[in-house]
C-alpha cells in the first residue's frame, strides 16, 4: 500500500499535506514516510508525524533496484507507504530525462501519483494543467488529484467537475487557503522540525485540516489498488567490517542533517553509534571515529565556540589520528573559525554565512586521494547545498583535497574534501547508495583504534 504525493511545480503546498496526511493515517495505521530527493528538512516533519524515521528515495544517488531495496527494507512492520515528490512531478537534473525526478521513483515502485494542484484563480485550466501531466508520460498513474487554496465550496466544486469530466481522473479534496497554517522558511528552506517548539501543534492541525477536507478513506483505496513491485533489489551499502567499533555522531540543534542508511550502513557495519552534542556535552563519548554531519551551526557558533571542552577533545582525537569525517556544516565546525567564533581549527580557515547561496546542485566527485570514505580513482553522486563559504586560496591552501567536483562546485577551484591526517571534511553530502562502500570504509578506519 503506497501513493506518491506530488505537486505540479514548486509552492503548492506539497510538505503541509504529505505530514497532514501522514499524521492523520498514523493515527490508525503503521505509516511509513519518504521524501523524494535530497532534503534533509521536510524529512525531519514527517519524522515527527509519523514516529517513524522518514527515509529518501532519489535516482540521482540510487538506481531503480536500490530504490526498491531501500524501500522494501523500510516497509517491514510497516502498513502504509507515503511518498511525498520533489518540486514538480517531471523535475529532475535535466529538462529531458528522468533523473533526480519524482516520476522517476514512482515507477521505480510502480506507484499510483496524487497530485497537488495550486488551484489559487484555476478552474478549467487546472484541469489542461493535469491533462498535460497526465499525457506527458503515460506510464505515470495519475490516480487522482487534491486542489490547494481553494477559495471556497463553491470553486471547489466546479473545478473538481472541470478536472473529473475533462480529464477523467478523481478528485479526492481540496484544501481552503489558510495563510496561517504555512511553515517559517530559513536559508536552507523550511525550519528543520527539531527545533520547533510548536511542531506537534503544527503538525496536528495539519491532521485537522486534512481529515476535514480530503476523503482519506478513497485515499487508503488508491494506495491498496497499487500494483506489484518488481523483485529486482540491489543493496544499497555494502558489508565488509567484522570488527566491532564505536562511532560518535554529533545531534542536536546545530547538526541533524544525516541520510538514516548512511547510520544503519555504519551499524550493519558493526558500528556502535554514540550520539554527542557539540552545543551541550562537555566531552566526547568513548569512540574510535566521529561523523559530524550538516547543519546549522553558524545559527550557534558562539556557543558551540564557548564549548572549549569539547572543542579541546575533538582537537585532541583529530592529533591522534583517529578519524573524524565532516559534512558541510561539520566542515564548518573543524575550520578555523565561523565568523569570528573560534572552531576547532583542524583546518586553518575561516568559514562564513552569506546572503545568497553559495552552491545549490547534484554532485559528482572523482576521489583523487585515499582517504577515510573512498579510494583513489572512484567516483560518486552526492549534493550540496550551501549559504557558507570557506575563505580558501591558491595561497593559503595548506591541505591536500580528496575530490575533484565534475558535477557542482566544490569548496575551493572545484575540488572538495579538506584532508589533514585522519581527518576529511567536505561540502559534499554523502548518501551510503552512491558510495556503498562509505561505511565499511568510515569502520575500518576506525577499527584499529577499538
Known sequence: ????????????????????????????????????????????????????FSRN??????????????????????????????????????????????????????????????????????????????????????????????KNKDHYLKTKKSIEKLVNVEVIGGINRDDSIAIEERHLGLVPAIEKENSLK???????????????????????????????REDIWNVKNRSKVKIAVAYDEAFNFYYKENLEGLEANNAKLEYFSPLHDENLPDADGIYIGGGYPELFSREISNNQSLINEIKKFHLEEKPIYAECGGLMYLMNSISDNKMIDIFPYKSILTDKVQALKYTIAEVKEDNIISKKGESFNGHEFHYSKVFVSRENLKNKMAFNIL?????????????????????????????????SNLTESSKEFG
Open 1 to 52: 500500500m503506497r501513493i506518491v504525493l506530488s505537486g505540479t511545480g514548486s509552492a503548492v503546498g506539497k510538505t503541509t499535506i504529505s505530514t497532514g496526511i501522514m499524521k492523520a493515517l498514523s493515527k490508525e495505521f503503521k505509516v511509513q514516510s519518504f521524501k523524494v530527493g535530497p532534503d534533509y528538512i521536510d524529512p525531519s516533519y514527517h519524522t515527527l508525524a509519523t514516529d517513524n
Open 57 to 150: 528515495l532519489d535516482s540521482f544517488f540510487m538506481n531503480p533496484a536500490q530504490i526498491r531495496d531501500s524501500f522494501l527494507k523500510s516497509m517491514n512492520n510497516k502498513d502504509l507507504a507515503i511518498i511525498e515528490g520533489v518540486r514538480g512531478l517531471y523535475e529532475g537534473i535535466d529538462s529531458i530525462n528522468d533523473v533526480g525526478s519524482t516520476a522517476s521513483v514512482a515507477k521505480a515502485l510502480n506507484a499510483p501519483v496524487i497530485l497537488i494542484v495550486n488551484s489559487r484563480s484555476l478552474v478549467k485550466s487546472a484541469a489542461a494543467i493535469v491533462l498535460g501531466f497526465k499525457q506527458l508520460d503515460p506510464t505515470i498513474n495519475i490516480a487522482g488529484v487534491i486542489l490547494n487554496k481553494v
Open 202 to 232: 503544527l503538525i496536528d492541525l495539519w491532521a485537522n485540516i486534512i481529515e476535514e477536507s480530503i476523503d482519506l478513506d478513497r485515499l487508503i483505496e488508491i494506495m491498496k489498488d497499487a500494483p506489484k513491485i518488481s523483485n529486482e
Open 407 to 439: 558535477r557542482g562546485k566544490g569548496s575551493y577551484n572545484n575540488q572538495d574534501g579538506f584532508i589533514e591526517k585522519n581527518t576529511l571534511a567536505s561540502y559534499v553530502h554523502t548518501h551510503i547508495a552512491a558510495l556503498p562502500n562509505f561505511a
